[in-house]
């Protein structure tokens, strides 16, 4: 609530600005206002929703995954069963993919291959702190695979507590950022685009 009442504060003080200068309708600085209620809106539903994170709701999860238009409907399926059996936080996860790949299984990252594969974008790197702990065998290729790529990637969201990043704002930037920097940051860009993923679930 503090939170809301400091945005509208300084919102109406830039609107009296923007006023001033005739730089802004009535029905821009409406919008304006509904997007900064929105962003508020989007941290106070967070607990929320992850609260009624459940498989319960499976079809809004498969909507959100059709959405992209990346998967066949067999691909989908194999994705959420095999979220179901790794993921603690499958909605997360599911958000993580939409922002990392949009759910194409074969992209890679901009900076190479090695520094990320598949839907959750796994890097070498975390693909071989996964073999290591779990003596497994994987390879770089087998992370174009769905179910490969879903549950090291889930693995490698929820190892970060082993590294003492705990909550679930702190390993989704630890996610993206690594351990080491998510650490030194409360939040981040790529922590807010999850979150906007995740008002899908708000329904």
């Known amino acids: ?88 936080e499958p909605i997360i996860m599911l958000s993580i993919y939409s922002v990392e790949s949009k759910f194409d299984k074969e992209a890679n990252s901009y900076l190479g291959a090695k520094y990320g594969r598949g839907i959750g974008q796994v890097s070498e790197i975390a693909l071989a702190d996964y073999n290591r702990v779990n003596k497994t065998e994987y390879t770089p290729d087998d992370l174009y695979d769905i179910a490969t790529n879903v549950i090291v990637s889930c693995w490698v969201y929820d190892y970060n507590e082993n590294y003492g990043i705990y909550g679930t704002e702190k390993k989704i930037i630890a996610y993206n950022e690594g351990h080491v920097y998510a650490k030194k940051k409360e939040t981040s860009n790529y922590l807010d685009k999850v979150n906007k993923k995740m008002l899908y679930f708000n329904k």
Do not use: P, W
Request: proline share 0%; charged share 30%; hydrophobic share 40%.
């Open 1 to 88: 609530m503090k939170k809301l009442i400091f945005l509208n504060t300084i919102f109406l003080i830039l609107c009296f600005i923007m006023f001033l200068i005739g730089s802004i309708t009535k029905e821009e600085a409406k919008q304006v206002q509904e997007i900064n209620i929105q962003e508020v809106n989007t941290q106070e539903e967070y607990s929320q929703i992850l609260e009624e994170e459940s498989f319960e709701n499976r079809d809004l999860m498969e909507s959100f995954v059709r959405r992209f238009h990346k998967l066949s409907k067999q691909e989908i399926k194999i994705l959420l069963d095999t979220l179901e059996n790794n993921a603690k």
